[in-house]
Nanobody, 117 residues
């Protein structure tokens, strides 16, 4: 079983920055791809960014040039550096990690990001 612990959310003014982190712990094998998603009330969870075990990155168009995903494999931790934040970035942000040979997906509990105008 793998647990994901997210942190770093909060309230920030438009144009500001936040850094989210997601640390994986427990047994289950190697950490493969790690991703961030976000969700607002009444809407589906949307993809934000993904980083493979080798470091390849993919971003949603809405965050390209503003958000950066990176990971520290020795800590089993993925980060999301969010710059130039906009009110429309307000959401609960979730970490998704794929683990082990079975590539099982695990979700974090979510962290709230609120951007005021």
């Amino acid at each position: 079983q793998v647990q994901l612990a997210e942190s770093g959310g909060g309230l920030v003014q438009a144009g500001g920055s936040l850094r989210l982190s997601c640390a994986a712990s427990g047994s289950g094998g190697s950490i493969n791809a790690m991703s961030w998603y976000r969700q607002t009330p009444g809407k589906p969870r949307d993809f934000v960014a993904r980083i493979s075990s080798g470091g390849s990155r993919t971003y949603a168009d809405s965050v390209k040039g503003r958000f950066t995903i990176f990971r520290v494999n020795a800590k089993n931790t993925v980060y999301l550096q969010m710059n130039s934040l906009k009110p429309e970035d307000t959401a609960v942000y979730y970490c998704l990690s794929y683990v082990g040979d079975s590539n099982t997906g695990y979700w974090g509990q979510g962290t709230q990001v609120t951007v005021s105008s």
